[in-house]
């Protein structure tokens, strides 16, 4: 069973940054593309942004373009998202996901394993 686990989330002003992080246990991590979702209160999950296992290719959803960056350290098993210029309405707990593949994916069915999820509150 592989296990994810996120850490990094918390509350700011808007305009702030946070970096989240999620670390996973499995060993064949360089091979699995990854994914960061959201859920807000009330609302679905949604895609926030993913990245190959490379690192080479990522994409993001549209609100997020241009403030937020995936990355990955494959040496190190973890994925980030550095979350810049942050709004109120990026407040959400933000999930961590894992895929068998190693393209990257942007439905929530396209991914194997989750995290348990940080919160990120952003004040206005």
């Known amino acids: 069973q592989v296990k994810l686990v996120e850490s990094g989330g918390g509350l700011v002003q808007a305009g702030d940054s946070l970096r989240l992080s999620c670390v996973t246990s499995?060993?064949?991590?360089?091979?699995?593309?990854m994914g960061w979702f959201r859920q807000a209160p009330g609302k679905e999950r949604e895609f926030v942004a993913t990245?190959?296992?490379?690192?080479?290719?990522?994409y993001y959803e549209d609100s997020v373009k241009g403030r937020f960056t995936i990355s990955r350290d494959n040496a190190k098993n973890t994925v980030y998202l550095q979350m810049n210029s942050l709004k109120p309405e990026d407040t959400a707990v933000y999930y961590c996901?894992?895929?068998?593949?190693?393209?990257?994916?942007?439905?929530?069915?396209?991914?194997?394993?989750w995290g348990q999820g940080t919160q990120v509150t952003v004040s206005s």
């Open positions: 499995e060993r064949t991590f360089s091979s699995n593309a």
């Open positions: 990245i190959n296992w490379t690192g080479g290719s990522t």
């Open positions: 996901a894992a895929r068998l593949a190693m393209g990257w994916g942007v439905r929530r069915d396209q991914y194997m394993y």
